[in-house]
């Protein structure tokens, strides 16, 4: 799956002059972290809360009404735009994006194309949403969990064993914990005991809740 599938398009943005006490109003009304700034379809950088929350009070102190309305008309976004926005085409692969949000604690990240303009945009949140569709898990069924030795062909042989049994894979990934592979399959089926008896009559490790119950109560 790629981003520009998934990226947001309509979704908010200011300009430079963008009055920070608007952007702080817009950030507290969407619930958002970060906004982008755009000088027509130009990306000229991003402001976050904080940096909207830190500007703010710095002109409080010491200031009469007046004094302090007149600061507030003019103090605009481009007084505290960050520059250093980190960008991804649309073609980046979306685990890679996830990753890269991860490593630099990123809420989101600017989809560009190759003309640098704006053209989407993807957050945390959108990912999660990947997650959940990729694990299948709004399509019902049922979820087994099996611990699989790393070596050639396991997920063709976990794959086929079911398809045997005539039922239906929704979806397939692979996690590690603690160096051991776990393979996490949803079939469509209420009752997955069957496919489960069948893995261990062939050797497979099926895991469930309890199988980890004293790693989370210890």
């Known amino acids: 799956m790629y981003v520009g599938l998934k990226m947001l398009r309509d979704f908010v943005t200011v300009t430079p002059d963008t009055l920070v006490k608007e952007a702080d109003k817009i950030l507290e009304d969407n619930q958002l972290w970060m906004l982008l700034v755009k000088d027509g379809d130009e990306l000229v950088g991003y402001v976050t809360k904080e940096d909207v929350r830190a500007a703010m009070p710095s002109i409080l102190t010491s200031l009469d009404k007046h004094e302090l309305n007149y600061l507030m008309s003019k103090l605009t976004v481009k007084n505290v735009v960050k520059k250093n926005i980190t960008t991804i085409?649309?073609?980046?692969?979306?685990?890679?994006?996830?990753?890269?949000?991860?490593?630099?604690?990123?809420?989101?990240?600017?989809?560009?194309?190759?003309?640098?303009?704006?053209?989407?945009?993807?957050?945390?949140?959108?990912?999660?949403?990947?997650?959940?569709?990729?694990?299948?898990?709004?399509?019902?069924?049922?979820?087994?969990?099996?611990?699989?030795?790393?070596?050639?062909?396991?997920?063709?042989?976990?794959?086929?064993?079911?398809?045997?049994?005539?039922?239906?894979?929704?979806?397939?990934?692979?996690?590690?914990?603690?160096?051991?592979?776990?393979?996490?399959?949803?079939?469509?089926?209420?009752?997955?005991?069957?496919?489960?008896?069948?893995?261990?009559?062939?050797?497979?490790?099926?895991?469930?809740?309890?199988?980890?119950?004293?790693?989370?109560?210890?």
Do not use: C, Q
């Open 89 to 218: 085409p649309p073609e980046t692969e979306i685990e890679a994006a996830a990753d890269l949000m991860y490593e630099m604690n990123l809420s989101g990240l600017a989809v560009v194309n190759s003309e640098k303009k704006l053209i989407g945009y993807i957050n945390r949140n959108k990912m999660l949403e990947v997650l959940v569709e990729e694990m299948g898990h709004g399509l019902g069924g049922s979820r087994i969990v099996i611990e699989a030795e790393e070596r050639t062909g396991v997920l063709y042989e976990v794959a086929g064993i079911i398809s045997n049994m005539k039922y239906s894979i929704i979806s397939m990934s692979v996690f590690f914990h603690r160096n051991r592979r776990m393979i996490v399959v949803r079939v469509d089926t209420e009752d997955s005991t069957p496919i489960s008896d069948s893995l261990r009559e062939r050797g497979y490790t099926v895991a469930g809740p309890d199988d980890f119950k004293d790693e989370w109560e210890s």
